[in-house]
């Protein structure tokens, strides 16, 4: 057994998590968002990962990342998608806006200016030389935008893609089991196995913690046993 700060312990769990490539189990009361996001990354990354915890918040939200991980990130690249797509469709009702509101003026005009045929006339030429500059400038920012809109339809599209294979591998090899109190952790990363007088909350880096390093098959039957107990 060894006495020592938590923030002196905490940075060399991180690291082992970081380094993490066949095994995380970890169980305790409760964790800080740093642990979590190594956790979320790691199990992504493919490492099979088991998590007991008390803390329900954590454990549902972890638990939720197997349907919903980087959500705000789809929605993000969705929604521009949708904006583009929504931008062309303005373009495109623009230019025969135009063409109506040009005809109209033109018919206004030939109701009365039929004695003046050469205002008529003239008025004309310059309403159809402002449709078609009109038609031709706004037709190539379609062209512009819609090459925008392809491109990042690939963009959707490979993201949408890497996001389901990461829930689905998320789905395999991340396991939450929701447990009774813990004020202490036990931590198994690959062949380190760690016993914690804390929770992995980096609010307690200033606490004076007791730990040892331990054999990895005492450490999984201690978190047998607390998942047994929370099962009874």
Partial sequence: MKIEYAKNIFPKIMELLNR????????????SEDFIEAIINRAASGVQTTIITSDKNWA???????????KDEENKIKKS????RDKIIIYSRLRYIILIISISILIVLLIRNTIH????????IIIIIINIIQFIYIRNMIKV???????LNI???????????????????LNIIESNALSFSIVIIDNKSLLLSCNLNSKNSSDIIIYDEIQKNDAIKLISYITNLGKS
Avoid: C, H, P
Wanted: zero cysteines; a positive charge.
């Fill in 20 to 31: 993490a490539t066949d095994e995380i189990t970890i169980a305790t009361g409760g964790f």
């Fill in 81 to 84: 998608y949708l904006r583009l």
């Fill in 60 to 70: 549902r939200w972890l638990a939720n990342q197997k349907i919903s991980y980087k």
């Fill in 117 to 124: 045929s050469l205002v008529t006339l003239i008025s004309s």
């Fill in 155 to 173: 963009e959707v599209q490979k993201t949408l893609d890497e996001l389901t294979s990461t829930r689905n591998i998320l789905a395999k090899k």
């Fill in 145 to 151: 935008e819609e090459s925008k809109l392809n491109m």
